[in-house]
């Protein structure tokens, strides 16, 4: 799978977006990239994934670069519950895939009032 | 909603038990996996299964074993525990296909004294 380069840690202010980067530029074409967060004291939470085109849900927008070598994580509106890691995994999908994941150190996000 | 549970939140043991840990979910999914997090470590793979009597090695197995004798139920065993087994203990679900998204239990902090 390929590896992820993300900043260790990042503030952001309460209310307002939280942009998130991640580094993937060995990734392969049938690569996707997900992002898991994880609160204090909690397991992983799945946040969102895709592969070239841009996603959104009720949690987060992911931006992902042309060139699929790099992406962005976007909390619209940051609350003080979104203060967690946040981890960027890229790795391949597909209808065998049974969802293998390597987590790296990701990024410690502070929301701060 | 996706239940994964672990049996235990807080667990205390002694060098050389036996230790099982539990991890039950309800959504009939094919895929469960064990991890580890450790300071600095961050999640590392102990083992998986993706099937029921099927399991593979993830990263870590050394030490451990499992068992996935129903597809609801995966069990992590540490047949004689040691102190380097002092961490945290995770459970993940998920479906075979695409997305392929992993749904994790809130851990078990297991000391081994």
């Known amino acids: 799978d390929a590896k992820t380069t993300q900043p260790p840690s990042m503030d952001c202010a309460e209310g307002r977006a939280a942009n998130l980067p991640c580094n993937h530029s060995?990734?392969?074409?049938?690569?996707?990239v997900y992002w898991y967060r994880q609160i204090h004291s909690q397991g992983p939470q799945y946040i969102i994934h895709?592969?070239?085109n841009n996603e959104t849900n009720e949690m987060a927008s992911l931006i992902i670069t042309e060139d699929r070598k790099s992406s962005t994580l976007i909390l619209p509106h940051a609350t003080l519950r979104d203060t967690a890691v946040y981890y960027c995994?890229?790795?391949?999908?597909?209808?065998?895939?049974?969802?293998?994941?390597?987590f790296g150190q990701g990024t410690t996000l502070q929301v701060k009032p | 909603d996706v239940k994964v549970t672990q049996s235990s939140r807080y667990l205390v043991k002694r060098t050389g038990e036996k230790v099982f840990l539990e991890c039950v979910q309800d959504m009939d999914h094919e895929n469960m996996f064990w991890y580890r997090q450790d300071p600095g470590l961050g999640l590392r793979l102990i083992y998986f299964?993706?099937?029921?009597?099927?399991?593979e090695k993830g990263d870590i197995p050394e030490g451990y074993s499992v068992s996935r004798e129903k597809k609801e139920r995966f069990s992590l065993i540490l047949e004689s525990a040691s102190t380097n087994q002092t961490s945290m203990y995770l459970c993940?679900?998920?479906?075979?296909?695409?997305?392929?998204?992993?749904?994790f239990g809130a851990g078990t902090r297991l000391s081994v004294l």
């Open positions: 299964s993706y099937d029921v009597k099927m399991k």
């Open positions: 993940a679900s998920s479906r075979t296909g695409l997305g392929n998204i992993q749904y």
């Open positions: 060995t990734i392969s074409g049938n690569e996707y």
């Open positions: 995994i890229v790795r391949p999908d597909g209808s065998s895939n049974t969802g293998k994941l390597i």
């Open positions: 895709g592969l070239k």
